[in-house]
């Protein structure tokens, strides 16, 4: 979908590039400023305007985005007056004849209940009135009308019925990329309660279990196991955004780690090894910990006790403009095929919370160059390692959780 809406944005500039030219040229001439020929300029001029209106429309069609775009789309048409609508008003008139937008609205009824264009004379007892007439170009998404792009012009022009049309499509891509982030942004919260909903309920009861059992031979232990346990709670269904800090990550971590500990004793030893340049970093919320539990199920459930002991190994490294996480154990390892399979999603987790999950998010956040890259082999352990960028736009940190 993404690949062909980009090609229809590439489809379509250089007919806004030609429509703005024949405008512009015939208005008035303007220097090129060594960019080459007339047509060479006005290409780039559009492609320029064009970049410039788009951000706004990326987050969808509101009064604000509209107010931020308008300017620049009346520019690609050269007209005297623009507006933008939903489907119940005006969002933003841009230019002159601010008085026609109730007559304007008057006349949407028929393009919004059916999606095509119309132009048509407008209605005005001021002779001094610079706009004559209109052309409605209804923004389309899957087939849905959200609302018109409205050009305004002293007089009727086939040119502008054309030229309306295509910066109307051009609209309605952006409008159409704006709500396929809106989705994955769904997705993602989908996925975070799916994650919430699948904290392991074998550890919930085992910790409950630990902590019962020190009750009476070790009440304060029992204590800060069950603080422990609040917190880690706490923090997995938190309300705070999609995001969090590395440092908030490894603090829920050690929440975790520690009601581990209370229950296999000596039997698990962890080593951390964190930069801490690289504690601010955000990621998606709830990305590191699975990975940690994966590191605990396989690395130590797995062995008979009380000989079976095992090792994790957790190190956050700064790596220019990345951070470098790599969780590892020693555990039973996994057979590599397997494990493709289950990162593919055509075989399910034996249990838990999913490495595929994790390798999905980081995907959508950060592109496919940022999956987990994982090693193993069956006996051998498992070595995950995950790249985090220091930087990336939408990628925000709701901040640390306040104590409630």
Not at 146 to 151: I, K, M, P, R
Not at 303 to 331: C, Y
Request: glycine fraction near 10%.
């Amino acid at each position: 979908m993404s690949g062909f809406l980009a090609g229809l944005c590439v489809a379509v500039l250089p007919l806004l590039a030609g429509g703005f030219w024949l405008g512009r040229r015939t208005a008035r001439p303007e220097s090129l400023g060594g960019l080459g020929t007339p047509v060479e300029h006005a290409t780039f001029q559009t492609l320029h305007t064009a970049s410039l209106a788009a951000p706004p429309l990326r987050a969808g069609l509101t009064e604000e985005t509209a107010r931020k775009s308008a300017r620049r789309l009346r520019t690609l048409l050269g007209t005297d007056a623009l507006c933008l609508t939903d489907q119940k008003e005006v969002l933003v008139w841009d230019g002159v004849g601010g008085h026609h937008r109730g007559e304007i609205m008057e006349r949407l009824a028929g393009p919004l209940e059916t999606g095509r264009g119309e132009a048509f004379p407008l209605k005005c007892p001021d002779p001094d009135c610079q706009v004559r007439w209109a052309v409605v170009a209804p923004l389309t998404v899957d087939d849905r009308v959200h609302g018109a792009l409205v050009a305004c012009a002293p007089r009727e022009s086939a040119v502008l019925v054309r030229a309306a049309g295509e910066v109307a499509r051009w609209v309605s891509v952006q409008l159409e990329l704006a709500d396929l982030d809106q989705s994955r942004t769904r997705l993602i919260e989908a996925e975070i309660k799916a994650l919430r909903a699948q904290i392991s309920p074998h550890f919930i009861f085992n910790s409950l279990a630990v902590i019962a059992s020190f009750v009476r031979t070790d009440p304060e232990r029992a204590r800060e196991l069950l603080l422990e346990f609040a917190d880690f709670t706490r923090y997995s269904f938190r309300r705070h955004g999609d995001f969090t800090t590395l440092a908030d990550e490894l603090h829920a971590i050690d929440h975790y780690l520690a009601l581990v500990r209370a229950r296999f004793g000596d039997r698990l030893s962890v080593t951390l090894q964190i930069a801490p340049e690289v504690l601010p970093v955000a990621l998606p919320f709830l990305c590191l910990q699975p990975l940690v539990e994966n590191a605990v199920k396989h690395g130590l459930e797995g062995k008979a006790a009380p000989a079976g002991k095992s090792h994790i190994s957790i190190t956050a490294q700064d790596a220019g403009a990345e951070a470098l996480v790599v969780i590892e154990d020693d555990g039973a390892g996994m057979d590599p095929d397997l494990l493709r399979r289950i990162l593919a999603g055509e075989v399910s987790p034996s249990g838990g919370i999913g490495l595929s999950n994790v390798d999905d998010r980081l995907r959508q956040v950060y592109g496919d160059d940022y999956g987990l890259v994982i090693e193993t082999a069956v006996g051998a352990g498992m070595k995950i390692t995950a790249r985090l960028p220091k930087y990336q736009p939408g990628v925000h940190s709701a901040g640390r959780l306040s104590e409630e």
